[in-house]
Nanobody
Framework: QVQLVESGGGLVQAGGSLRLSCAASGHTFSTYTMGWFRQAPGKEREFVAA????????LYGDSVKGRFTISRGNGKNTVYLQMNSLKPEDAAVYYC?????????????????WGQGTQVTVSS
């Protein structure tokens, strides 16, 4: 059974940085796609970034391009989201997601497995 556990959330001032981690277990992830989504109160879950485990191709949501970087750990079943130049509007619960298809999908329906989320708060 695939399990995803996020960590690294917290409170940061606007302009600051955070790095989120997603530890994956329960399967061999070499052909998986890993993604990050976020959801702010009263809003729909939004695509942030995705990466293919093999090849490392990445895709980003328009609102985070140039500020966030998704990467995968070498030899570890861990995916990271480096978030720089954070803005108050980046505040949300951030979710890690995974799917066995090697497709960089931007919709929640494209991912079969989800973590519990980690809170990111950005103060202005």
């Amino acid at each position: 059974q695939v399990q995803l556990v996020e960590s690294g959330g917290g409170l940061v001032q606007a302009g600051g940085s955070l790095r989120l981690s997603c530890a994956a277990s329960g399967h061999t992830f070499s052909t998986y796609t890993m993604g990050w989504f976020r959801q702010a109160p009263g809003k729909e879950r939004e695509f942030v970034a995705a990466i293919s485990w093999i090849g490392g191709n990445a895709l980003y949501g328009d609102s985070v391009k140039g500020r966030f970087t998704i990467s995968r750990g070498n030899g570890k079943n861990t995916v990271y989201l480096q978030m720089n130049s954070l803005k108050p509007e980046d505040a949300a619960v951030y979710y890690c997601a995974a799917d066995s298809r090697a497709l960089l999908l931007t919709t929640t329906t494209g991912y079969a497995y989800w973590g519990q989320g980690t809170q990111v708060t950005v103060s202005s």
